[in-house]
């Protein structure tokens, strides 16, 4: 029996990890030591992680001393909105899980129907209380990859006296983000989207912005997140920093895909279309055909995608970031995302496209022979 050669297209959900990161990691685990220790083998564990706090502050335009290392981009925005001291949290309707539960009372502002904050209504809100806010917003979209208006967000929240947190960890590695020219004052980051290990992220905290840290024990990330660095992981994900500086020339791979499946069904619809994107990220409706059947038979033909963003449960549900788009629920059932990362090449596009020809097609000859059997 003959192996159909794998083609991974789910960046978004993590991207593999880069050869110069695994290397990395491999020589952290070799040296060993804590990097708290005073003694030679510490102070090697030590240089380590400030080589990647550098490399990671670099990565988004950010001081290294800003840099807080977690456990991913759950645990940075679980820190953030706990961290900044601000009860009342605002968040686009958009967000990730991670944002959307990690707040209570949170309050929700619209989006088009494109998936982009209603800046009207954000100044709306702010203006209902006097009480400082928190607005949480995200750099980019983990579904459709459209990139949120952050400067005209930042300015109506700092006119209203609320400090700003921006969900980072899709648009980092991607595209150029500039945490000070954007002028936010908190920014998740999580290593293993853009070719960095599991399991290890980045909180950036502004100098001078308020921030309270939610445990006790060490002084390490000075005093900001008790507990001994992933020396290992940490160094991974400065050396991909490093390497994803340059961000992803996928644009073109992105717009020859959409152009080949809307050929191919012209009723399938590209999500978030009339937005600035991602050049990597792609959502898109298989007309009349489910998710779930469409992830399964593609994982069939060897391409790995998804429908909608990774959970735990590894479940298919109605995308809440699409109903809150105004996707009726028909539609949203269809959509699939295809993401690209550091890996993709031009052939993994070629056989995707091949594989979404063969399944659109074999299922519309199948209703057509079902409907002329009736």
């Known amino acids: 029996m003959s192996v159909v050669a794998s083609v991974y297209l789910d960046h978004n959900a993590t991207s593999p990890l880069r050869p110069a990161a695994f290397d990395a990691m491999v020589e952290a685990l070799r040296a060993s030591g804590n990097p708290s220790s005073v003694h030679r083998v510490g102070r090697a564990a030590r240089g380590l992680i400030d080589t990647a706090r550098r490399q990671v502050a670099a990565l988004v335009g950010a001081l290294p001393a800003e840099i807080v290392f977690t456990s991913g981009g759950t645990e940075a925005n679980n820190l953030a909105l706990s961290g900044a001291g601000r009860r009342r949290v605002l968040a686009s309707a958009v967000e990730h899980d991670s944002v959307l539960n990690a707040a209570r009372n949170l309050e929700l502002v619209a989006v088009d129907g494109n998936g982009v904050v209603d800046l009207a209504a954000l100044q709306r809100l702010l203006a209902t209380s006097r009480e400082p806010a928190l607005v949480s917003v995200m750099f980019a979209n983990n579904e459709t990859g459209v990139i949120q208006p952050i400067a005209e967000i930042v300015r109506i929240a700092r006119a209203a006296g609320a400090l700003i947190h921006c969900d980072a960890v899709q ?66 994900f400065g050396i991909a920093a490093a390497e994803a500086k340059s961000g992803l020339a996928t644009q073109a791979l992105r717009d020859h895909l959409e152009a080949s499946l809307r050929a191919i069904a012209p009723a399938a619809r590209v999500f978030g279309a009339g937005a600035l994107r991602l050049p990597n990220t792609v959502c898109i409706s298989m007309p009349g055909v489910r998710a779930e059947t469409q992830v399964m038979a593609l994982d069939l ?26 996707v009726e629920v028909a539609e949203s059932e269809t959509a699939l995302r295809i993401s690209f990362g550091w890996s993709t090449v031009s052939q993994d596009i070629e056989r995707l496209i091949a594989a979404w020809r063969d399944l659109y097609i074999r299922v519309t000859h199948s209703d057509i022979a079902q409907a002329r059997a009736a």
């Open 171 to 236: 648009g980092a590695g991607k595209v150029p983000v500039d945490m000070h020219g954007m002028g936010v004052d908190y920014l998740s980051l999580s290593a293993h989207k853009f070719g960095g290990p599991t399991g290890v992220g980045a909180l950036v905290v502004r100098d001078g912005a308020p921030f309270h840290t939610d445990r006790r024990g060490g002084g390490q990330e000075s005093n900001r997140r008790a507990g001994t660095e992933n020396v290992a992981g940490i160094a991974g």
């Open 301 to 326: 033909a060897g391409v790995a995608v998804s429908a909608g963003a990774a959970c735990s449960s590894g479940k298919v549900s109605r995308s809440a970031v699409l109903a809150a788009m105004g």
